[in-house]
Every structure is written in structure tokens, then in C-alpha cells.
């Protein structure tokens, strides 16, 4: 199975930080990698596929970037919203697809 | 709208059996393979299966292979994921969700999950 590790596993910022994560796997992936944005109680929201498309509806402070191992998700200009938890995820054609353990995005 | 609807919450007991329900609506339900994700508290996502409602084919996660049944009805344009043998490890919030058009395997739209709690 291919491993996906996501750091740091928390971080604390302010509105207006702009806050980087990164997701690391086992095996490349190619650009077969997804994020997404999980608030407490809720279904998870896709934010990036392709590694670096932008989903539509999906404000442009959302920004993917990577391919092979190594991907990041930068946000830029925290904003009240974007505290929540974030998920890397890739979908290699293999199964099982599998996710990162998650990134918690605290207010400072 | 697009949308996926799920069950209700339920409570199996250990050793039971538990099914849910993921009902699809706003698209084409043959045309797009569903996926089951499960959460346990306070945990990350983890892949449980695969079915293609055209035809019923299924793919599980090794793990969980032999007390894992997706199964489909297309006259109702639903999806079933059925867990066997269940024990506390199973208590989780479980989605079903679908792939994105044009996407080797994102996730667009996610039921709205269903909490099973394994207790006696």
C-alpha cells in the first residue's frame, strides 16, 4: 500500500498567514493526488485535484503544487473558514487509495 | 442538485452486522463509480471499497475482505455497504462518495456520513 504522510500534523496561524502543508508518499503518485478541507462534523470538501486543479467554487487562496512524492497545499491569506482540518489523498490507480493522517489548522 | 443521501445512525451490536444506505441523485448513476470512506473518532479517512453501479463490480480494501458486501440497485439508484462480524474498531462515521468527471479519482461529492456505533 502506498503510505501518505502529511506534516506538520498541527499548526497554529492567524488570519491573513499565508500556511503551507506538505503530503509525502511511500511511492510516486504522479500528480493522482487530492486535498481536502474537513470542518468537525461535516463530509470532507474537495479543494485540489490533479494535485493542482482548482475545484471549482474553490477560492484562489487554495493552491496545489507537486508531482512523484512530494506535494504542498499553500493557503494564502487565512481567512475565519479555513480553520479546519486538511487531507492529502491519492488515487494512483492501485487500490487501496489512501489518505494522510491529516493537518489541523488552529487559530494562534 | 447532485447530491448523495445516507442512512440513519445505527447501533449493531459486536458480532452483528450493520447496512447503509447511499442513495444518488442529480446525475447519472450508472455513469460513475461510488466509493465507501470510513472515519473513526477523532481519526483519519480510511478507503474501504469500490462499486461500479453498471454491472455491480467491487473492489475492497484487503483488510477488510470477506465481512465487507457492496452491492447496488438501479432501479432505486442506491448503493449498500454491508459490514459483518462487527466489533468496537468498526464504530466509525462512514461516507460513500463519488469520483469526479474527468478525475483519476478526487472525490466531488460525499454523502452526508453515517455514524455506527458498535456497543452492546
Known amino acids: 500500500d502506498i503510505q501518505m504522510t502529511q506534516s506538520p500534523s498541527t499548526l497554529s496561524a492567524s488570519v491573513g498567514d499565508r500556511v503551507t502543508i506538505t503530503c509525502r508518499a511511500s511511492q510516486s503518485v504522479s500528480g493522482r493526488l487530492a486535498w481536502y478541507q474537513q470542518i468537525p462534523g461535516k463530509a470532507p470538501k474537495l479543494l485540489i485535484h490533479?494535485?493542482?486543479s482548482l475545484e471549482s467554487g474553490v477560492p484562489s487562496r487554495f493552491r496545489g503544487s507537486g508531482s512523484g512524492t512530494e506535494f504542498t497545499l499553500t493557503i494564502s491569506n487565512l481567512q475565519p473558514d479555513d480553520f479546519a482540518t486538511y487531507f492529502c489523498q491519492q488515487y494512483n490507480g492501485y487500490f487501496p487509495w489512501t489518505f494522510g493522517q491529516g493537518t489541523k489548522v488552529e487559530i494562534k | 442538485q447532485v447530491q448523495l443521501v445516507q442512512s440513519g445512525a445505527e447501533v449493531p451490536k459486536p458480532g452483528a452486522s450493520v447496512k447503509v444506505s447511499c442513495k444518488a441523485s442529480?446525475?447519472?448513476?450508472?455513469?460513475?463509480?461510488l466509493h465507501w470512506v470510513r472515519q473513526g473518532p477523532g481519526q483519519g479517512l480510511e478507503w474501504m471499497g469500490i462499486i461500479n453501479p453498471n454491472g455491480g463490480s467491487t473492489s475492497y480494501a484487503q483488510r477488510l475482505q470477506g465481512r465487507l458486501s457492496l452491492t447496488r440497485d438501479t432501479s432505486t439508484d442506491t448503493v449498500y455497504m454491508e459490514l459483518s462480524s462487527l466489533t468496537s474498531e468498526d464504530t466509525a462515521v462512514y461516507y460513500c462518495?463519488?469520483?469526479?468527471?474527468?478525475?483519476?479519482?478526487?472525490?466531488?461529492?460525499w454523502g452526508q456520513g453515517t455514524v455506527v456505533t458498535v456497543s452492546s
Open positions: 490533479e494535485a493542482s
Open positions: 442529480g446525475f447519472t448513476f450508472t455513469s460513475f463509480y
Open positions: 462518495a463519488r469520483v469526479r468527471p474527468y478525475s483519476g479519482g478526487a472525490f466531488d461529492v
